[in-house]
């Protein structure tokens, strides 16, 4: 089918437009104008704004995490649809299926679940599986894994560290690698209750410096576009910028992406012990072209934390609202699940929210600072659209300072900055940006021969509203989305990458999986015959 969408102003960064003109779609890809031939179906987008669709790079939409977390709060499931023919919990609020059809809703049309352990990768996919519309990818957790604990203990070099992530990432049909707090699991079953960069993981002898710089190494030489993605030590602390800039220089140059950089932000000065340093971590991120950053912008309202950082969580329970939560420890991570409320009238919740406001708009390059809210730790996706808008007028972060505690607002420099974000950068932050850190050469952008991952938007001065429901939206070509209700239900693929290793290492994992677990390492594959639909994945090239 030839469809046009008609005298639109397109927004397209990557090749440098941003003007009213024509867009031509045949079957799944963008096309140039066909001499001679007319459309198929035709979309009048006149004074409408034309973007790639977007792509968000940082969000819990499944695993073991996820589920618990739904568990955790029964109050929060959808209970009207008696026995639905999908995975358990696949109706529950932030379920598989809300999931697809809110972000479709909003013009995304690719999400990367950016945790998930190589234990639980199988059941990760089967769950993305029942997110219709967009696609998906997930990120492969290492770095608090015995193997890759012993592997660096024993000295065993390089090679088999970067052998050992390929597998991994492999078998978990992953599209790059997390760390998270790295060693830090591992030192908490050893009774350990804070860990820094340079404390050592007990047994292993190892620091976190040492596991992340492996790690970092292993995903350079093997080639994997997204860097690695970094949740670092200390994760909500006061004072725990000097955490944020230790990691930034530990980098030594190379690749690095810094997640929910936000919950790293904090400063302790004022009366509270509690400030914020977003301004000097900009600044270190402005000078450290090798970073890229995703915020993790808070918004005030029940949410609920899910992390793999089960030291953090595990110190955090103290503060569930409501007063409820789950620890749960094994190989690799384990997590925590704590339910949390952010209050408008609370001092430190209200410098949370202007920390990641700072980072948005003192940060210069949008090529390098990426749209999260770290779903849903520090706000529910669905609260994307207020973000934009406070982001892009400083008349509504104005009047939302004007409601918060003062004295918190003295803490930040937020009400001095005057940025505004414009429609080119938002499309860079939201679609261009994530699309080269992905490695996804196929999508955001609106170039020939791209894919037609499109979204169109009807501009006016509520600009949340504006991105809250987009006018419309296609997905591979196929129009899913009219008037922010969906008009077509489908199913995306799965993204990730297939990173090539001496397979001698998969022979030593069998050996320690049937010596450790007694099972086979097999049963914890990600093959596309266990999944519900065929052709599941879209496979990533491993080159830059």
């Known amino acids: 089918m030839l469809i046009l969408l008609k005298g639109g102003r397109l927004i397209d960064p990557v090749n440098e437009r941003n003007e009213n003109g024509d867009l031509w779609i045949e079957n799944d890809r963008i096309v140039a104008a066909p001499p001679g031939r007319l459309a198929d179906e035709v979309h009048d987008v006149s004074g409408k704004i034309v973007m790639a669709g977007a792509i968000d790079i940082h969000s819990h939409i499944a695993g073991g995490n996820v589920n618990t977390a739904r568990l955790l709060l029964p109050e929060k499931h959808q209970n009207h649809l008696p026995n639905p023919p999908s995975l358990p919990l696949s109706t529950a609020k932030w379920s598989t299926f809300e999931t697809g059809t809110i972000y479709a809703s909003m013009g995304f049309t690719t999400v990367i679940e950016p945790a998930i352990v190589p234990h639980q990768a199988l059941q990760a996919h089967l769950e993305l599986s029942d997110i219709p519309i967009i696609d998906k990818g997930t990120l492969t957790v290492l770095g608090n894994d015995d193997f890759l604990l012993s592997l660096l203990r024993e000295g065993e070099g390089q090679a088999a560290v970067t052998d050992y992530v390929a597998s991994a990432v492999a078998g978990s049909n992953g599209l790059g690698v997390k760390c998270i707090n790295a060693g830090g699991a591992a030192a908490f079953k050893y009774n350990a209750r804070t860990f820094g960069l340079d404390d050592v993981v007990p047994f292993y002898g190892l620091t976190s410096r040492q596991i992340v710089e492996a790690l970092q190494r292993a995903v350079e030489d093997l080639k994997i576009p997204h860097p690695l993605h970094l949740h670092a030590n200390n994760l909500g602390i006061p004072g725990n910028v000097a955490t944020a800039l230790a990691t930034i220089e530990a980098a030594r140059g190379e690749r690095l992406h810094f997640a ?115 779903h849903p730790n520090g706000a529910p996706f669905t609260t994307y659209p207020e973000i934009f808008a406070l982001i892009m007028s400083r008349d509504a972060r104005a009047e939302a300072i004007a409601r918060l505690p003062q004295d918190a607002v003295a803490m930040t420099t937020l009400p001095s900055i005057a940025r505004e974000y414009n429609l080119n950068e938002i499309a860079i932050m939201t679609r261009a940006a994530p699309a080269k850190l992905l490695g996804l050469k196929d999508r955001g952008h609106l170039g020939e021969g791209g894919l037609a991952d499109i979204a169109v938007y009807s501009p006016g001065k509520d600009l949340a509203k504006m991105f809250r429901i987009a006018h419309l939206v296609f997905k591979d070509g196929d129009l899913v989305v009219r008037d922010g209700r969906v008009s077509r239900y489908r199913w995306g693929k799965a993204l990730k990458v297939n990173p090539g290793y001496d397979k001698v290492i998969d022979r030593r994992l069998a050996g320690y999986y049937d010596h450790h677990f007694g099972v086979s390492r097999d049963l914890f594959a990600v093959k596309e015959n266990l999944l519900p639909r065929a052709d599941a994945f879209a496979e990533v090239a491993c080159a830059r």
């Open 260 to 374: 929910h950089l936000q919950f790293y932000s904090y400063g302790a000065e004022g009366g509270h012990g509690f400030s914020s340093a977003a301004a000097e971590l900009a600044a270190a991120v402005n000078a450290a072209p090798n970073v890229t950053i995703d915020v993790g912008q808070v918004m005030f309202g029940q949410t609920v934390t899910v992390s793999a950082d089960v030291l953090r969580q595990f110190n955090g329970a103290e503060t569930a609202r409501p007063k409820k939560s789950v620890i749960h420890d094994g190989d690799d991570n384990g997590g925590g699940i704590v339910p949390y409320l952010y209050r408008e009238n609370d001092f430190v919740n209200a410098v949370q929210w202007a920390c990641g406001l700072e980072l948005f708009l003192a940060i210069d390059d949008p090529w390098r600072v990426f749209f999260t809210t770290d």
